[in-house]
């Protein structure tokens, strides 16, 4: 099959190299002026091995016209309406009126975006397009697997000949569990984005639960596994913490928010997002409270700048907001990350108060006479780290754990004034 | 120096002869039907239209006259200059300083620069989210305290420009709380969070008792919540005062001080850092442009010849209506809802300002001074007091305000039709009013009911803006300030002191006495009953 895809993003690395490997001939057409830098390696491996076996091909800029084409994978973010439909139609302005195309938009997308480019393509008489929606449901993380061996795979598509293509293009990634669900087009859309809503909506619940315990001295570990024991409620996104973040999550949230706020109702989905963005702010305040607003001059080690661990990407991490209010404040922060340290270097790079960041190359090293550790980013070099002796690199021994990853009795006895989020001690 | 007083001037004389010869207005618009074209001026996006005034050529030549007998542009020159225009208080009254910009700013004057920087710094803190609460918390609410020129400006302002306040500005919510019996307090702080309010105590003196005591009842709110004085002090509060020692003593933080200075007076103060909650509620920018608006209208007032100087022929045109037609109440009309505090505004400044008795250097004067001002939202006050206006037996005069473009920025909206005929019906009734008022009877169809009888000839002019702006605003401000000044010239008084406000303040500390049961009894009988009953009903006998 031949697959032209377009974007730039993680989705749209990942299923050129998956769908390549699977035999596919792609190629990947990337935005123009975007920097791209894949923050997998094992994608990046896949990546590589299919240029060379001569299955994928990468473009930058230019428009294709490749007229073999069978599936054309829209991947591209940040886009309107118009601009979308513009580079569809460019393409499909080569092809025969004989030829057909299935087009797949895979990035999450406002309600109703599939039928109105279907409709206004067919009004242009380009009928021999099919506009499919066919959610990506890629994690950043562990990329491929979210790909190739995805829980679900949901299409919204109103032609039989186009359900029959993708069909056929995900055999080998659907064989244990036929997980195909077929729905409308607006029926996909919006489950795309609930998805997100609802993950989004138990994370700032267990916040809000979190900020209870905090000041009522309970707990929120044990409470947050007797929770999820119930079988209807599961343990996935249950756990409070420092804010989550990620670009394509947060550009969901916002779709999704704008949708249902539209008839002018104050929404669910607003207030989740508000206390999401409190959360971010959350290490910053206790620092402050617990040096009465004295924090000027100061020294903070930030632990993890990405927005999840195993990912280079910082988009909408708690770390950017933290250190822009650290910064404001004459605060030095010592930040260390194993992957995101290059784009927090250059996502800083032109603020005022750059030189009171220092990016270090350990943790260890981050934790050199500071003021307090902030940790943002659950990585896993960080969960047995020996407290004891960290507790002698540090000037103050103030512990700030965003993500909950270590036990409170272990850190205060280790010498630790320790704060998670909602494990019973205000701080 | 010994002050002439204003009948003592020549001309003064020749004027009150013409108050019997000028005819209807009715007919000195059938007389000459270019009358408006020749009594307009337009400058700095405003349009003053005189031509309802009740006034002859003649009657303009006189008080051209009596704008150089009494060495008006001396004392214009004054004060822009910085002499003691103020004289029983013995300072100068440099409001325009505080509007020149900053590049011509003479050195002596670097401090006006300064202050906005520091406020602008503030600001921007606050509104960036970089400002925290004790907690940490970023500032949600900003509660102005001040009262007098310390809340009438800036609540006017706010109210006023709403529509422009700039992106970072609108997640602010910016409040005013005045009244010393705390009303306003009492509702504000039922809903507001200590850890994330902010307030702004504004007082000249710092030693204002209405503003000090909602601080006060501010102060004793948040120590409920906050663990520390000092952060709470810090985080908490901002002053804006001419003195530092007592916003020391009172205990707001050193760098949370935002000063201005002696010769800048109460009711002129917006332009000063007094104007920080405009700044806060609307945008930095905003308010530089209001400051530019003023500085446009300042150059007119100093360099226009005087039946050409918007503010110049306001104060003649007032001095002729109270001093020679007898015209003792002025209404300010402005037929635009988010003028809805200018009235009160120009009280103030007006009354506060011109309400005297006796000249700079303290002799009685035998002539009338101030009139009583008031207003409302026109149309508004058309289903309140027009009646009087219209067939009362007050003679009043009036001022309508109106801008002729509204609602630009809503074009795309689906109700915009709907909105530009509410435009316009407003104009129309603005227009139809000042018409009826002048006209009369003249301006309908005659009836001999006695009902429907309309006497007109009450005078009136039209201050037409572009639009109304941060800049048409701060120039119309300007307007009146300029106004002001230029009638107490005339009148040979000082604008800017206010005695009379003092005693009240004074003799309220005796009462507080009195309530408390240890005032000495050799007050009026009346006072003495009311406090004696107050303690009744109140169970403090």
Known sequence: ?427 | MKIQLLNQQPVFKALQDQAVKVPHLAELFQQNPHRAQQMSIESAGICLDYSKQRVTDQVLSELEQLFYQVKLPQSIAELFSGAVVNQSENRAALHTQLRLPAAQQPEAFAVIEQALLQMEALVDQVQQGVWRGFSGKRITDVVNLGVGGSDLGPLMVTQALKEYAEPQAKALKVHFASTIDGSQLFDLLDHLNPETTLFLIASKSFTTIDTLSNADTVRAWLAKACPSETLMLRCHFVGISASADKMQQWGIAPENQLPFWSWVGGRFSLWSTVGCAIALDLGMGVFRQLLAGAYAMDEHFRTAPPLQNIPVMMALLGVWNVNVLDIRAHAILPYDGRLKYFPSYLEQLEMESNGKSVTQSGEPINYATCPVLWGEIGANAQHAFYQLLHQGTQAVAADFILAANRYEASQSEAHYEALIAQHELNIANCLAQSRVLALGNAAVEPSDNPFRHYPGNQPSSTLLLDRLDASTLGGLIACYEHKVFTQAVIWGINPFDQWGVELGKQVALQLQAVLAGKGDTELDSSTLHLAAQINSKRGRV
């Open chain 1, 1 to 427: 099959m031949n697959i032209l895809i377009m974007g730039s993003d993680i989705t749209a690395w990942t299923q050129a190299a998956v769908l390549a490997s699977s035999g596919c001939q792609v190629s990947l057409l990337l935005d123009q002026n975007v920097e791209v830098e894949s923050s997998e390696p094992q994608l990046s491996r896949l990546v590589q091995i299919q240029q060379a076996e001569g299955r994928l091909q990468i473009i930058r800029g230019e428009s294709l016209h490749d007229p073999q084409t069978n599936l054309l994978i829209d991947a591209r973010v940040n886009l309107d309406f118009d601009s979308r439909k513009q580079a569809i139609e460019q393409f499909a302005l080569y092809l025969s009126k004989a030829q057909s195309l299935v087009v797949a938009l895979v990035q999450p997308v406002e309600i109703g975006t599939t039928d109105r480019l279907q409709q206004q393509l067919n009004d242009q008489g380009l009928t021999q397009l099919s506009v499919v929606y066919w959610p990506s449901f890629i994690q950043s993380g562990r990329a491929i697997e979210s790909f190739s061996r995805s829980d679900r795979i949901v299409l919204g598509s109103q032609h039989s000949g186009a359900v029959q293509l993708i069909k056929r293009l995900l055999t080998p990634f659907n064989r244990s569990l036929d997980n195909f669900m077929l729905m409308q087009p607006k029926e996909a859309e919006l489950t795309k984005v609930a998805i997100n809503g609802m993950l989004a909506t138990r994370v700032s619940f267990m916040n809000e639960l979190a900020r209870f315990a905090s000041l009522n001295q309970i707990d929120i570990e044990p409470v947050r596994q007797g929770i999820g024991s119930d079988s209807r409620i599961g343990f996935q996104y249950l756990y409070p913490g420092c804010g989550f973040g990620g670009d394509a999550f947060l550009q969901t949230l916002q779709q999704l928010t704008q949708a249902l706020g539209r008839d002018y109702q104050p929404d669910l989905l607003s207030v989740v997002c508000s206390i999401n963005e409190q959360q971010k702010d959350l290490l910053f305040q206790k620092f402050w409270r617990f040096y009465q607003a004295e924090i000027q001059q100061r020294t903070v080690a930030i632990w993890g700048g990405a927005f999840k661990p195993n990912s280079s990407d910082i988009s909408g991490s708690p770390a950017l907001i933290l250190i822009e209010s650290l910064l404001a404040h004459g605060v030095r922060v010592r930040l260390y990350d194993p992957a995101a340290a290059e784009a927090l270097s250059h996502y800083f790079a032109e603020h005022s108060k750059r030189d009171q960041l220092v990016l270090c190359e350990s943790a260890l090293i981050a934790a050199e006479e500071v003021d307090a550790i902030m940790l943002v980013t659950e990585w896993k070099e960080f969960w047995n780290i020996d407290l004891a002796a960290l507790r002698q690199k540090v000037r103050q021994p103030l512990l700030l754990d965003g993500r909950n990853i270590y036990d409170p009795a272990y850190a205060q006895q280790s010498g630790w004034i320790y704060s998670g989020i909602g494990r019973g001690q205000a701080l």
